[in-house]
């Protein structure tokens, strides 16, 4: 039996523009509009994080605390979220990557969202696109009464992104000598999910990656 995969990056894949910062401002505005006050700390963190004074993980997980909280009440925070990912879905979508994602599921594919993006926000969007599964960065109460500002285990993000496919496909008892695998990313930072792949595509991609799918033979898309 041949398992038909296909795997897609989501912000700037998927998406025209990323969807992280937005979310929180979006929450914010919503549930505690005073911490918007705050956001020149998450300026302050994208460039400690630019100099590499933290870590891209850390750096998520104290903008989540500056603009959402560091324990937030998931009863209240899901219709935030939720209308987030409508707002996601009506106008940050390529319709490029929708008529692909229709193409893929109509040959037999399992479409999988896999992305650095929280779940916590990913899966409703997923759901509304029609995905069949998710891979993403968890929060370390990711099943709890609260949402922490704490990843568990690894940002889905480059190798740490190709692991967790590995461990999904394991979980799926999906044996990779009996897959076929699609992927579609803009960013070189998902070049291990794309070697990975058999099909694997460079879809609106930047310069680094464009220019490495150049080398590698690896088909470039250019949705609208």
């Not at 009863?75 to 193409?103: D, F, T």
Request: glycine share 6%.
């Amino acid at each position: 039996m041949t398992h038909r995969l296909a795997f897609y990056d989501m912000d700037r894949t998927v998406t025209y523009s990323g969807t992280y910062t937005g979310f929180l401002l979006h929450v914010a505005r919503r549930m505690a509009p005073w911490r918007l006050l705050l956001f020149p700390g998450v300026v302050l963190m994208m460039l400690a994080y630019v100099l590499k004074l933290v870590t891209r993980q850390r750096l998520k997980e104290v903008n989540q605390g500056l603009m959402i909280g560091w324990n937030v009440e998931r009863a209240k925070l899901m219709p935030h979220v939720e209308s987030y990912a409508a707002r996601v879905v009506a106008g940050n979508v390529r319709p490029g990557a929708l008529a692909q994602i229709a193409r893929d599921k109509a040959d037999g594919c399992t479409l999988v969202l896999a992305t650095a993006s929280y779940r916590l926000y990913v899966e409703p969007i997923a759901r509304r696109l029609g995905f069949d599964a998710v891979i993403a960065t968890d929060h370390l109460s990711q099943d709890l009464r609260y949402v922490r500002a704490k990843i568990a285990g690894e940002n889905c993000y480059d190798t740490g992104k190709l692991r967790m496919i590995k461990a999904w496909m394991a979980a799926e008892a999906i044996d990779r000598s009996t897959a076929h695998i699609r992927s579609y990313s803009d960013h070189v930072s998902d070049a291990p999910m794309l070697e990975f792949s058999d099909v694997p595509h460079a879809a609106n991609p930047h310069k680094p990656l464009a220019k490495l799918a150049a080398e590698k033979g690896w088909a470039r898309v250019d949705w609208p």
